[in-house]
C-alpha cells in the first residue's frame, strides 16, 4: 500500500535526515506557541454531542485557508479536505473528532493557568483537532513532496451516544469509502500509546412502564423503578472474566415524580464492553436475559389484576472490535518513529474512532497528539502543551511514511 521501505527503521531514520521533513519537524518547536493558540481557538467554538457544526464550520474555513482541495462538510457532519500527492494511491485518512461529551449549557472558554490550559474538551479532541491543522500546515509550507494523497478529517459523533456515526458514514456511504487505504487518527494527548486493537461495546436504554399510581393505595402495582433495581442487581452479579477484560456500567437512571408515587416510568442506560468479541456477546446475551427476568420477577409480585409491567430494550449504541496486526506496515511506522524519538512506545486497546476502519479490515491505528492530560470528561478537564512537538513528529513521520515521500 504506501512507499515506505521494508527496513523501518531505516525508513524513519530517512526521513528524519531529509533537509525538507528536518525542517518541518523543528516547525513544531518553533511555532509551538502557534500551534497552542490555534488550539485555544478551537477549543473556545462549542461542540456538543450531535451540534457539532459551528466547529466543523471553523475546521472548514481553515482547511480552505491551508489551500486544501476538495473542502466539504459531508452529509452527517464531518469536514474533509484533500492534500493530494502525485497519485491519490494510497489515500490515507488522518482525523481527528469535533465533538466532546459536554452539552451546550456549559461554558467552553479556554483559562490559562500557569503551564496547563482549562476548558471542556481541551484534551479530548482539543489536540487532535489542532494537531491536524499544525501537520496539514507544515506540509503545505514545506512544499514536502508526497506520492500517495492525505484527506484530512473533523469527525462527528466519536463520543457517547454518537456511535460513531461520523466515521461511520465515512467509510459506508461517504464519497471517499472505498477510496481509502488506511487511517490514522489523533485522539488526545501522550506519545507512549499506539491503539491498534479495538475494544467493543454494546450500549441500551432500558424502559420499564406500568400504570403508576399512589404509594399506599395502589401498592401492588408493578412499580417500574423497582424493576430497575432488580434489573441491576442481576446484572452486578455477572462473573465478569479479567481476561479476556470485560466489564459493564448503569451510567444513568431516571425515574418517578415523588417519595409517595408509584411511577408509571423508569429508565436506565447501560455500557457493556469487553476486550474479545466472543466474551461481549456472552455478556450481551446475560444483560438481555436479566432484563427480562427482572421484569417478570416484578411482575410475579403484582397484585392480581394489575397490568403487567412492559419492558422495551434499545441498543443505542454498538462499536466492533478488531485489530490492526502488529506487523502492519502502518503498526510497524508508528512503533519506529516513536522509538526514534526517545520514546518505548505500547500497544493499547482501546475505543476510538479507528474501531470502524478496523472491523473493515482497513490498517487503522490512534496516536496521542503529544503534551498531557487529566480530569478528561469533567468541566475540569486540562491540558498541558509541554512536549507536544513530539506527538507531532512522530504524526508528521507515520503520515510521510504512510502516504510515500518523494525525494
Known sequence: MSQIGIDLRKSAAQLMSHLTVARALRFFETDAEAITEEQIRICSVPATPFGEQERAEYLRQKF???????????????????????????????????????????????????????????ADDGCGLA????IAR????????????????????????????????????????????????FDGPGL???????????RYRVEFTGPGGHSWGDFGVPNP????????????????????????????????????????????????????????????????????????????????????????????????TGETPSDSPLVELALEATRILGVEPRLDQSSTDSNLPISLGIPAITLGAGGTSGCSHTLDEWYDPRDRDKGLKRGLLVVLGMAGFRK
Not at 494537531?131 to 499544525?134: E, G, M, P, Q, S
Not at 408509571?264 to 446475551?285: N, P, T
Open 225 to 320: 423503578v423497582h424493576g430497575i433495581g432488580r434489573a441491576i442487581s442481576r446484572l452486578a452479579g455477572y462473573p465478569a472474566p479479567k481476561d479476556p477484560r470485560t466489564t459493564f456500567n448503569v451510567g444513568r437512571v431516571e425515574g418517578g415524580t415523588g417519595v409517595n408515587s408509584i411511577p408509571s416510568r423508569a429508565a436506565m442506560e447501560v455500557d457493556l464492553r469487553s476486550a474479545a468479541e466472543s466474551e461481549l456477546q456472552r455478556l450481551d446475551a446475560f444483560f438481555r436475559r436479566a432484563m427480562r427476568d427482572a421484569a417478570d420477577e416484578e411482575n410475579g409480585s403484582r397484585r392480581a389484576g394489575n397490568p403487567l409491567l412492559q419492558l422495551k430494550l434499545e441498543l443505542i449504541g454498538e462499536r466492533p
Open 131 to 134: 494537531a491536524l491543522i499544525a
Open 64 to 122: 480552505s485557508d491551508l489551500g486544501l482541495t476538495e473542502v466539504e462538510i459531508d452529509e452527517e457532519g464531518n469536514c474533509l479536505g484533500l492534500l493530494p500527492g502525485a497519485s491519490l494511491k494510497p489515500l490515507l485518512v488522518v482525523s481527528a473528532h469535533l465533538d466532546t461529551v459536554f452539552s451546550k449549557d456549559d461554558d467552553f472558554t479556554v483559562v490559562k493557568r500557569e503551564n496547563k490550559l482549562f476548558a471542556p474538551g481541551i
Open 138 to 185: 507544515v506540509i503545505q509550507n514545506e512544499r514536502i513532496p508526497l506520492e500517495g494523497s492525505l484527506l484530512f478529517v473533523g469527525t462527528v459523533g466519536e463520543e457517547g451516544e454518537g456511535n460513531l456515526r461520523g466515521v461511520r458514514h465515512l467509510f459506508t456511504k461517504g464519497r471517499w469509502a472505498s477510496q481509502v487505504d488506511a487511517f490514522l487518527s
Open 192 to 202: 507512549e500509546r499506539i491503539t491498534n486493537r479495538a475494544l467493543g461495546s454494546r
